[in-house]
């Protein structure tokens, strides 16, 4: 896996394309290691992508083959592994860019729905392949894909395994867009850019109250929400802001 | 209600097409029995379907009529035909495919909204019609609704209980397709082979995942994800499933 | 801001278009205060809307600006004025509909968010304008966001702030409908026509169920639907619209 920071963007590519770039226990561990080493004060954005042909073919079914493990070594391998890349991106504090440059399964899928943002070409292949080898869908996947496709579409996904590319994944909302393979680049150019003019650490902060809201009621989700907002208010990102606005110019926030 | 099993497909059909297939208590307590009765090791599905001409018109109203009861009775009929219905589906590791070949109102709309697939005829007419009678959407509806067709157009539907048919039906996510009648038998066969090409107890599995981390925080989704990988991890399925693929076979899990 | 009352229907109108009609402090507690004083014994609806030609431009920006407090007055500030409006909208028995006249940024959007019902001018402009000037979004927007568009299209909006058009806001869910100008009283107008020919308190009801619902698991939402249920069987409305029903006439819950 190569990590590259340039402009405040650290960029994590899967580089394994002889095997489409799947994942093994070391990709999932570094890949949660490059995602919590990133912060608010030297990046404004990750952005994920893999070696052409893939995006990520997802976990090493080669690796499932030799393994010989109980139940409980099992749950801590993917605990400290595929889930701890999971929980690194759904808690951080960097907004996280999916560059879906090619196909797309498994884990690989999973990793885009635990993205903030994706963008896809048309024809990458995307699959919760997970049942095909019978597994139930994991590194959150569980959690992410009936909020992002809705429950209908999400069970049909993991139920089936069927296979749907880069057009519909944009459709159903499992991607922002699909976009074609000459105008990907700029794409996540335009929205990392985007992100780079907001203070990254206000939409850290936004990315953890929507979260964090996902299971609570709506009564604590206001107290959350305000105990969130009280930290907002005390920064130095909203009286800049608020000045900003109130002299007509843009914000300086780096 | 008719109930026949064959090459491991359970269909159960309202058959009181007389009243539209409305459900009384024993229909309902029924569907319940007849769901509870499917297992994975003898099926791969279970259809829901109607006799012509509609799916099921819902609650019969006539019987909401002669009723007497009081707080405590009326709590105690509801749990034991309605809602056990409704948690039977939910619950049940056989996926439900709800094959909608004419009106659906009230609780088989509702009925619908549990089954894990649900396809119909364009020109069906749904309504969430328990604010018509005065009372508050049952069999899950609450909360299947706005995980299905979102917030939004949960609430329209339900506080208005206006009418729409089945091309809106799949357009909102209530279903996933709306399909011309004498293509609904293909459309539904297709699924469900679909499904019988995959391993049913992880289907379950699956199913049970998504359906518990809906209110799971995601600390604990990927927690219990993670429980169920692990039982996942050490079936034969998986193991069937891993070998097929390495030898570029079809799995075989029956 | 001006409340009147006219056959049933309470219409709640921003009323300082010089600012386009931002929210100050007093302007978030009237709005809770109109809200809780409806009841579904007088009322069948709430109209909010504001004088051309804004909707609401949310926060006041220049009291941001003049603001000197702790965390812990921030923190009551906010539960007792914004929140508490939210609160208000989320409780009300008796429907909300936003009747977005114009523009709808921030806590403007928030309300509309939190409202049952929306409608909007196509060209109407809208932003979760928080992250601009460093606040996360407020109002209840972190939780009802993710449940009206869903998870991808919510981080979007609130990461970036981006601005959005209303027929953009009816296509994601925000809204229900974007209409043509000269509609819009009429869109509004037979929502609430229809609003006012159901029961409202079990609107009410109904409305309550789906939203404890969002964060129940399945078995509890079933068992607190069927709660409620049992307050609606007991109820002259359950009474009437069986009555009506079986004598095919028209419901009269006046």
Chains 1, 2, 3 share one sequence.
């Not at 650290?10 to 912060?39: G, H, K, W």
């Not at 604590?220 to 009280?230: G, P, R, S, T």
Request: glycine share 6%; with cysteine; charged share 30%.
């Amino acid at each position: 896996m190569r990590v590259e920071d340039d402009d405040g963007v650290r960029t994590i590519t899967f580089d394994r394309p002889n095997v489409m770039n799947a994942m093994n226990l070391e990709v999932a561990t570094e890949l949660a290691d490059a995602v919590a080493e990133a912060d608010p004060v030297d990046h404004d954005a990750i952005v994920l992508t893999g070696d052409d042909p893939a995006f990520s073919a997802g976990g090493d079914i080669q690796a499932m083959k030799e393994r010989e493990e109980g139940p409980r070594e099992s749950y801590e391998r993917v605990a400290e592994t595929f889930n701890r890349a999971a929980a690194e991106l759904l808690n951080s504090d960097v907004p996280v860019v999916a560059k879906v440059n090619g196909d797309c399964v498994g884990a690989g899928l999973a990793i885009v729905a635990a993205s903030d943002m994706a963008y896809t070409v048309p024809d990458a292949t995307f699959s919760c392949a997970f049942i095909r080898v019978g597994l139930v869908p994991d590194t959150a996947a569980t959690f992410t894909l009936p909020r992002l496709v809705g429950l209908r579409t999400a069970k049909r996904l993991t139920m089936t395994g069927e296979f749907f590319d880069g057009a519909e994944a944009a459709e159903m909302g499992l991607v922002n867009e699909a976009v074609p393979e000459d105008e990907l680049d700029e794409a996540v150019d335009e929205i990392v850019g985007k992100l780079s003019r907001r203070p990254t650490r206000t939409v850290g902060m936004t990315k953890q109250a929507i979260h964090e809201n996902l299971d609570n009621d709506w009564r604590k989700a206001l107290d959350y929400e305000n105990m969130l907002q009280v930290q907002a208010y005390m920064s130095e990102e909203h009286e800049e802001g608020v000045d900003a606005f109130l002299e007509g110019r843009n914000p300086d926030w780096d």
